[in-house]
């Protein structure tokens, strides 16, 4: 698809410049949005002087005013329109008080100086633990009930959580909260580790879905429908029902699933949906974009909206709607499982990344949309490029249009090979690297320039490597090894089960007492609890000999394997 010509620039070296058009030809999106009623703000804000005028308001060298809260597609606000938990944030932090609290900079005095020349003392001034102006996090009647409130209203959801240990314990919480010791969850083997973690937390059976790969491009897809009846069918069979259904979507190279009959699928049985749509935050607010997973029905989603939106990194959401989950129970989980002294910081990001995409959310997305069609467009023209697209995944309805998956394996290279030139040669940071491809992502911050700078470099190395003979066989196909599983323990019993170390030869054929990946994307390859097979070591030992780094194996080096003791 050829997106119009555009007409805009964005000038990197000036932090605070708008990066925005208003682009004809796309349609208003549509989002369900429920009205829950606006509760009182918390009885125990406290009036308190302003503080002197005096204080250090300098970020990285930017002079910054106390009314902004996002620069870039963000108009800058005006203190009483400041979002709620924004707000009761800055009134706190200018108060004139004597402290005698935690945290030990107090409020920016005593910051390390190495940190304050590189971000300056704002953020410390900031940086203030749980005051009554500012709410509870586990039982919020203020701005943090309000805040998530409006949040509710937006992404529509009968209720939203603020999440500031990520969508790791969002999943951890839903899963918990569905699955009680010995009940089977139904989810893809390749799920990101937060749901093998949350098996180990509460107990319950995996029941694994295998996803379709993909041998050309070494990347998986997503779950349809049938793959799910079957699975529940086969619980049945056995006399045995689900007590959750996870899927991801969508996937980290954006690939999303058929959630509208899934949910279907699981209604008529009455079990609960979990989705895990941490890159899909954006989903539903733009006519280009793929609906979300509450508008197709999901109970239960979380976000990571630091991701494709404009929340700190760690700071994401948990969403519920319809009335199948106990909302009490995920209130207990999430408390289990969050620290009891958040970041307000992640806090009121969250707070303001909703507000940001309040503004304009028919709109907002449009630059983006714009530069990621015109950027696909430009690449499939580029000899010897591969672009991932829905016809590569035909069975799935959607592709996320701002994630761009770019295959190198006709030019002889492998994606870690491809990235490493372009980081070196061009500095061009890419999201995901895998055996074949590099997926870019695009968000609310791309630009003009740094577009072209990353079409300038994937040209410049296709020329260099286009004369390469039968580059093709130069990259193997190794995907990861989920077809043939085998498990022993369930991943519960495998964590606590006594363990010994062995070398990764050895390993094959016992039963694994770790958790191994190659990060990112955080899919992992062993699981706790399943027999370790000789496809497995392999591939492992392939992508780290390519690059990947090794995440959760206690030797990243992979010379030996944590194995558990079973007799």
């Not at 000038?11 to 949005?33: D, E, V, Y």
């Not at 509710?152 to 699955?179: N, R």
């Not at 609906?291 to 999901?298: D, F, H, P, T």
Request: glycine content about 6%.
């Amino acid at each position: 698809m050829m997106s119009p010509t555009l007409s805009f620039s964005c000038n990197p070296k000036n932090r605070n410049s708008l990066c925005f058009f208003p682009l004809q030809g796309f349609a208003n999106a549509s989002t369900l949005r429920l009205s829950p009623t606006l509760p009182l703000r918390c009885s125990q804000e406290r009036s308190i002087a302003a503080a002197p005028v005096g204080l250090d308001e300098s970020i990285g060298g930017l002079s910054t005013t106390n009314d902004r809260v996002l620069s870039g597609n963000t108009p800058v606000l005006r203190q009483n329109d400041l979002p709620p938990l924004v707000s009761a944030l800055k009134a706190s932090a200018e108060q004139n008080v004597a402290s005698f609290h935690f945290p030990g900079h107090n409020r920016g005095h005593a910051a390390p100086a190495s940190l304050t020349r590189l971000i300056g003392t704002r953020p410390y001034s900031h940086d203030l633990p749980e005051l009554p102006e500012l709410d509870n996090l586990f039982c919020p009647q203020g701005p943090i009930l309000e805040a998530q409130t409006e949040a509710a209203k937006l992404f529509g959801s009968s209720h939203t959580w603020f999440l500031v240990g990520g969508t790791t314990c969002g999943i951890q919480a839903a899963i918990m909260a569905t699955c009680s010791p010995g009940e089977f969850l139904i989810l893809p083997r390749n799920s990101h580790i937060s749901a093998i973690s949350a098996m180990v937390l509460s107990g319950a059976v995996p029941k694994y879905i295998v996803p379709d790969y993909e041998n050309d491009w070494d990347i998986a897809g997503g779950v349809t429908p049938l793959q799910v009846l079957k699975a529940i069918r086969g619980l049945e069979m056995e006399g045995k029902k689900a007590a959750a259904v996870f899927i991801t979507s969508p996937t980290y190279h954006g690939i999303c699933s058929n959630l509208s009959e899934i949910s279907e699928l699981c209604h008529s049985r009455k079990i609960p949906l979990i989705v895990d749509e941490a890159h899909g935050a954006h989903f539903g607010f733009h006519s280009e974009l793929p609906s979300s997973a509450l508008q197709q029905g999901a109970d239960l989603t979380v976000q990571s909206t630091h991701k494709v939106l404009c929340s700190l990194t760690q700071s994401s959401m948990l969403h519920m709607s319809r009335n199948i989950v106990d909302k009490e129970k995920i209130d207990r989980c999430l408390q289990t499982l969050q620290t009891t002294s958040p970041s307000y910081l992640l806090l009121a990001s969250l707070d303001a990344a909703r507000a940001q995409l309040s503004e304009r959310p028919d709109v907002v997305f449009n630059q983006a949309i714009a530069l990621a069609y015109e950027a696909k467009y430009t690449l499939k023209s580029i000899a010897g490029m591969s672009v991932l697209g829905n016809s590569s995944f035909s069975t799935f309805p959607a592709i996320d249009p701002l994630r761009i998956t770019v295959g190198f394996w006709k030019l002889g290279l492998s994606g870690y090979e491809a990235d490493e030139i372009l980081y070196r040669d061009y500095g061009v940071i890419c999201e995901l690297v895998g055996n074949k491809s590099i997926t870019y992502a695009f968000n609310l911050g791309t630009c003009r320039d740094h577009v072209q700078r990353l079409l300038l470099g994937i040209k410049h190395l296709a020329a260099t490597y286009s004369s390469v003979q039968q580059p093709e066989e130069k990259v193997r196909n190794v995907h990861a090894p989920f077809g043939d599983i085998i498990t022993s323990l369930i991943p519960r019993d495998a964590f606590f089960a006594s363990k010994r170390k062995v070398t990764i030869r050895e390993s094959i054929g016992e039963v694994s007492g770790e958790l191994i990946c190659p990060y990112p994307p955080g899919i992992p390859v062993l699981i706790p609890g399943e027999v370790i097979t000789q496809k497995a070591v392999d591939y492992l030992l392939y992508v780290r000999s390519k690059g990947a780094d090794i995440s959760g194996a206690s030797d990243p080096l992979l010379s030996s394997v944590v194995v558990c003791n079973v007799k």
